[in-house]
T-cell receptor, first 115, second 113 residues
């Protein structure tokens, strides 16, 4: 079945450091891939997405490229800020009827950014 | 502004009680979902609905029930059969199938007292 694996946290960085959060997936079809962010006590917010191979999603300085050959969708940001401290979830949406049109989430990676 | 409203934000349940969590959206989205989130863990799907008057069980449906009588509303009832209901519950919606991504509500934190 479909699955998403992301790196365990927490990840602790200093302000202005480079961020990478790894995400790999397993899927039988042609999924869409997403990154969501969750701030304490809140729901998830869609951060970026990519719907086909080689697409790059980007938003608020974050980027991720849909790599079909390595089944990966790693999240990157060139210079993190304290306000980026949150939990980040990688997700896969199976767009086939056999997949039930459901989204599968990774376990989440907590990011702490120190001033 | 369009969005999803979950209420209440905090809910306390006594042993043996049923409680209902509200989820309303004004985005005109067809599909709606309920997820459960436990501390330090990812999201697990409870129920989902792709159209009015139809819904499907997710991965952890036991002890929960839903209805979808209106497009805008997808309430979740946590029954007394759910033995460990303390968790953060998230409602989400999406326009339909395909790579749209979810819009989430702000969640309801349920605690058994």
């Amino acid at each position: 079945g479909n699955s998403v694996t992301q790196m365990e946290g927490p990840v602790t960085l200093s302000e202005e450091a480079f961020l990478t959060i790894n995400c790999t997936y397993t899927a039988t079809g042609y999924p869409s891939l997403f990154w969501y962010v969750q701030y304490p006590g809140e729901g998830l917010q869609l951060l970026l997405k990519a719907t086909k191979a080689d697409d790059k999603g980007s938003n608020k300085g974050f980027e991720a490229t849909y790599r079909k050959e390595t089944t990966s969708f790693h999240l990157e940001k060139g210079s993190v800020q304290v306000s980026d401290s949150a939990v980040y979830f990688c997700a896969l949406s199976d767009t086939t009827r056999g997949g039930g049109f459901k989204t599968i989430f990774g376990a989440g990676t907590r990011l702490f950014v120190k001033a | 502004d369009g969005g999803i409203t979950q209420s209440p934000k905090y809910l306390f349940r006594k042993e043996g009680q049923n409680v209902t969590l509200s989820c309303e959206q004004n985005l005109n989205h067809d599909a709606m979902y309920w997820y459960r989130q436990d501390p330090g863990q990812g999201l697990r799907l409870i129920y989902y609905s792709q159209i009015v008057n139809d819904f499907q069980k997710g991965d952890i449906a036991e002890g929960y029930s839903v209805s979808r009588e209106k497009k805008e509303s997808f309430p979740l009832t946590v029954t007394s059969a759910q033995k460990n209901p303390t968790a953060f519950y998230l409602c989400a919606s999406t326009p339909g199938t395909g790579g749209y991504g979810y819009t989430f509500g702000s969640g309801t934190r349920l605690t058994v007292v």
